[in-house]
């Protein structure tokens, strides 16, 4: 049974850089499957923040234009996201998921970690 | 980018009743198209994948159907767990994107 699992801080001030890990056990991180963050501001709807392969191929939300950065760890099987220039509307729950090819549904989800963008 | 709508906002249904939910897609995407279901405090739960296909352990009180633009997920009889809010999902064309959502309460 795959598992993720979200880490970082959970307060982070306008303007600077939010990043996240999510820690994949139960299965590897180099198998055929997409890596993706979503996240869900409060009492909102969901939203693709982007995707990575175990090669370090990656796709991003136009949405968040260049502020995103996602990269693969593969020795400590985990991958991570930096978003950079966060205001109060980046404030949301991030969610780590398992997609299978690209483009695709998602079948294991993190259980989502808070960020609030506070000074 | 394609936009996904779902109908309506909030389903009132009494246990042991069916329910509808509705999602639409502002272009065809073909089959390409999942639902979830999220509780409070929990990440989304993958029921329904290639617009029909259940996922593994989920009840077959959950169907969807549909193809194109219209699609359509039904519980045939609401058990108490059942009550969440539902999400479709789009994974036709890039980039993959949400509907926002359909809340099933307790009438």
């Known amino acids: 049974q795959v598992q993720l699992q979200e880490s970082g801080p959970g307060l982070v001030k306008p303007s600077g850089t939010l990043s996240l890990t999510c820690a994949v056990s139960g299965g590897s991180i180099s198998s055929n499957n997409w890596w993706s963050w979503v996240r869900q501001a409060p009492g909102k709807g969901l939203e693709w923040i982007g995707e990575v392969y175990h090669s370090g191929t990656n796709n991003y939300n136009p949405s968040l234009g260049s502020r995103v950065t996602l990269s693969v760890d593969r020795s400590n099987n985990q991958f991570s996201l930096t978003l950079s220039s966060v205001t109060a509307a980046d404030t949301a729950v991030y969610f780590c998921?398992?997609?299978?090819?690209?483009?695709?549904?998602?079948?294991?989800w993190g259980q989502g970690t808070l960020v609030t963008v506070s000074s | 980018e394609i936009v996904m709508t779902q109908s309506p906002t909030t389903l009132s249904v009494s246990p042991g009743e069916r329910a509808t939910l509705s999602c639409r897609a502002s272009?065809?995407?073909?089959?390409?198209l999942a639902w979830y279901q999220q509780k409070p405090g929990q990440p989304p739960r993958l029921l329904i994948y290639?617009?029909?296909t259940r996922a593994t352990g989920i009840p077959a009180r959950f169907s969807g159907s549909g193809s194109g633009t219209e699609f359509t997920l039904t519980i045939s009889s609401l058990q108490s767990e059942d009550f969440a809010v539902y999400y479709c999902q789009q994974s036709n064309k890039w980039p993959t994107s949400f509907g926002p959502g359909t809340k099933v309460d307790i009438k």
């Open positions: 272009q065809s995407i073909s089959s390409n």
């Open positions: 290639g617009a029909s």
């Open positions: 998921a398992r997609g299978g090819k690209w483009l695709d549904h998602f079948d294991y």
